[in-house]
């Protein structure tokens, strides 16, 4: 796992790095991971009332809160409004094609 990477603004860790907004690319960001329902429930809400569009999923013991279908162009803005909104650490990952 490569290590966190500072952006310049908003600082945020981005786990792993911005994608290159030209690739055309779809990606998930991974807000939290919680261990029970209400904790994810919690995150969801702080999300919608920042205006985003967020969905919690269980994997095993976990609930993890995510922003999902993000076009690599709206990354860096997406990761600037979840700053503003509190969150300062997320998990980018390029979404399967299907």
């Given at each position: 796992m490569q290590p966190p990477v500072q952006t310049t603004s908003?600082?945020?860790?981005?786990?792993?790095?911005?994608p290159d907004p030209q690739s055309g690319k779809i990606y998930r960001i991974q807000v939290g991971a919680f261990s029970t329902i209400t904790l994810a429930q919690g995150c969801f809400?702080?999300?919608?009332?920042?205006?985003?569009?967020?969905?919690?999923?269980?994997?095993?013991?976990?609930?993890?809160?995510v922003l999902s279908?993000?076009?690599?162009a709206d990354v860096?803005?997406?990761?600037?409004?979840?700053?503003?909104?509190?969150?300062?650490?997320?998990?980018?990952?390029?979404?399967?094609q299907y």
């Open positions: 908003p600082v945020i860790t981005i786990i792993p790095n911005l809400n702080k999300l919608k009332a920042a205006g985003l569009s967020p969905v919690y999923e269980q994997n095993g013991s976990l609930y993890r809160v279908s993000v076009r690599a860096f803005n997406t990761t600037q409004r979840l700053y503003e909104a509190g969150f300062t650490q997320v998990v980018i990952r390029e979404e399967s």
